[in-house]
Nanobody
Framework: QVQLVESGGGLVQPGGSLRLSCAAS????????MGWYRQAPGKQRELVAT???????NYADSVKGRFTISRDNAKNTVYLQMNSLKPEDTAVYYC?????????WGQGTQVTVSS
């Protein structure tokens, strides 16, 4: 059974950086999209960034120029480098795997941007 394991969240000051990682354990379909979504208190879950197995990338307008998504297909791992963090980036960040066979979510990792 495939699972997504996230790491890298935490508390950071405004302007700081964090790097999130998400590893898919088990066998996954080769053609897939991995990505990050976030949910702030009282708000709906929203897309942050996605990357396909062919390295096509999509970012939310709110993070363009500050966040970078990448993946290592050999490790079934996706990363999210977050720079110039703002208080409004505070949320639980969820990893997502979308393939023809399955859609999976990670357990979520808290990112808090505060001075």
């Amino acid at each position: 059974q495939v699972q997504l394991v996230e790491s890298g969240g935490g508390l950071v000051q405004p302007g700081g950086s964090l790097r999130l990682s998400c590893a898919a354990s088990g066998s996954i379909f080769v053609i897939n999209t991995m990505g990050w979504y976030r949910q702030a208190p009282g708000k709906q879950r929203e897309l942050v960034a996605t990357i396909t197995s062919g390295d096509r990338i999509n970012y939310a307008d709110s993070v363009k120029g500050r966040f970078t998504i990448s993946r290592d297909n050999a490790k079934n791992t996706v990363y999210l480098q977050m720079n110039s963090l703002k208080p409004e980036d505070t949320a639980v960040y969820y990893c997502n795997l979308n393939s023809p066979l399955t859609v999976l979510w990670g357990q979520g990792t808290q990112v808090t941007v505060s001075s």
